[in-house]
């Protein structure tokens, strides 16, 4: 069983930057591939990034390419997402998530946390 708690979200002006922290509970953190997704009002929750349990590899949603990165520290079991050139598209409630399997796919995702609220305004 995993626990996840999202923290730092907020609003923040159009180009400004947040950093996202997801902390997880429970053994084995670094057997897991994490990631973040996101979902804006009446839209589909969507993928937005993703990284391999030592860190080795990363995958990001298009749209996000650039501007975000994804990391993670097994020995605090803890992953962010440094967002940058924020923009209003951006804003949703963002989740994040924990799978053992590689690459994310569309039933990816059997632990989930609460979500923090991002909102970017123009």
């Known amino acids: 069983q995993v626990q996840l708690v999202e923290t730092g979200g907020g609003l923040v002006q159009a180009g400004g930057s947040l950093r996202l922290s997801c902390a997880a509970s429970g053994r084995l953190f670094d057997s897991y591939v994490m990631g973040w997704f996101r979902q804006a009002p009446g839209k589909e929750r969507e993928f937005v990034a993703a990284?391999?349990?030592?860190?080795?590899?990363?995958d990001y949603a298009d749209s996000v390419k650039g501007r975000f990165t994804i990391s993670r520290d097994n020995a605090k079991n803890r992953v962010a997402l440094q967002m940058n050139t924020l923009k209003p598209e951006d804003t949703a409630i963002y989740y994040c998530a924990a799978d053992l399997r590689w690459p994310v796919r569309t039933t990816w995702g059997r632990y989930w946390g609460q979500g923090t609220q991002v909102t970017v305004s123009s």
């Open positions: 990284i391999t349990g030592r860190g080795s590899s990363t």
